[in-house]
């Protein structure tokens, strides 16, 4: 992790944290600060296709190859879907206070969103805000689905384990019930004539 890591950090991602992938939130309503409705528009305009052609990998690699094979599309294809989608001073990702990956740290001006959705439980509501360099930042909650639990949840196949200690040892996106609050989609929208 970087230096100047704040108490947050510390309290709620832990030294290696990695790809977690409940697959798909719900949102609607919003808590928006500083963000106009043309922003919030073209945040999740960004932002569907990412979760649609990540919800279809997982759904097929689950029909072909099991628990097994969707520990890959999280690991490789996510990231793949999200550089693909992030361009045109559009980023994009996902990150937890329980990651798996540490390639999916959360960037800075997501950590009190996520202390948010900790601390209301249950808040499908997207936020948005203005960022200090003047872009967007928005976020949608994910929360766990029953076919996350093969990978994420309480009992994990022993075939999955060895999987996931194999390649993240550090693992901390185990122990999840369907419905619990999983993570976070992100998107940071660049400020005009920033990309």
């Known amino acids: 992790m970087r230096d100047g890591v704040g108490a ?3 309290a709620f991602f832990p030294a ?3 790809i977690w992938f409940g697959v798909l939130s719900s949102c609607g309503g919003g808590g928006t600060t500083g963000v ?3 922003d919030i528009q073209r945040a999740q305009a960004a932002l569907e296709p990412f979760k649609a052609e990540l919800q279809t990998a997982l759904r097929e690699s689950l029909r072909a190859a099991g628990p097994e094979g969707a520990i890959a599309v999280c690991r490789d294809k996510a990231p793949e879907i999200a550089a693909a989608l992030g ?3 559009i980023r ?3 990150t937890s206070h329980r990651l798996r990956n540490p390639k999916n740290v959360s960037p800075r001006w997501v950590e009190p969103l ?3 959705f900790l601390e209301k439980g249950n808040d499908r509501t997207f936020r948005a805000v203005r ?3 003047g872009g967007i930042g928005y976020v949608e909650p994910i929360y766990v689905q029953p076919m996350c ?3 994420h949840g309480k009992e994990i196949s022993p075939g999955v384990s060895e999987k996931l200690d194999a390649a993240y040892p550090h693992d901390n996106g185990r122990g999840f019930d369907a419905g619990d609050f999983r993570g976070v989609y992100w998107v940071k929208l660049s400020a005009p004539n920033r990309k």
């Open 8 to 10: 947050m950090r510390r």
């Open 16 to 18: 290696v944290i990695g």
């Open 36 to 38: 106009g409705e043309d």
């Open 87 to 89: 361009k045109d001073g």
């Open 92 to 94: 994009i990702g996902r």
């Open 114 to 116: 996520i202390v948010e």
């Open 131 to 133: 960022l200090p360099d």
């Open 149 to 151: 639990l093969a990978c």
